[in-house]
């Protein structure tokens, strides 16, 4: 066992995380996200939820500055009805990295781009739209 790492962070996820170069993406998918056909590498955390999984990873890995938003959410396409769990990510995200863009990205091409990620985490949340990417930045001392 490690000290200061969630034990919401497999094993297999901290060496994933350690693995990842700058640019890197990985994705954490929802309960419905087509998971195990996209994913390069898969992780299973079916127990958790998608924020907890999203401030355990960011309290380990720090995300790009060098891009416009290392951030990208799947577009439910209805801005005026926006899934209540993105204000979750937003603030979680401010609270761990400060303020970050997000971008938003169509259904078929949010797909697309997972297909391209490091990794994806299959998760067992249930908020529906509640996929996240995030592109790893650098670690600076």
Known sequence: MLKNISPIISPELLKILMEMGH???IVI???NFPSASIAQRLVRLDGHGVPEILDA???LMPLDTYVEAPV???D???AGNRPEI???YEQIVKDREGDKNFALEERFAFYDR???AYAVIATGET???ANIILKKGVVIN
Do not use: H, S
């Open 127 to 129: 908020a529906i739209y």
């Open 29 to 31: 998918g929802d309960g």
């Open 72 to 74: 990208a959410l799947m």
């Open 76 to 78: 439910n396409g209805d």
């Open 23 to 25: 640019g890197d993406e």
């Open 86 to 88: 993105w204000a979750k």
């Open 114 to 116: 997972a297909k391209k």
């Open 57 to 59: 990873i960011l309290a």
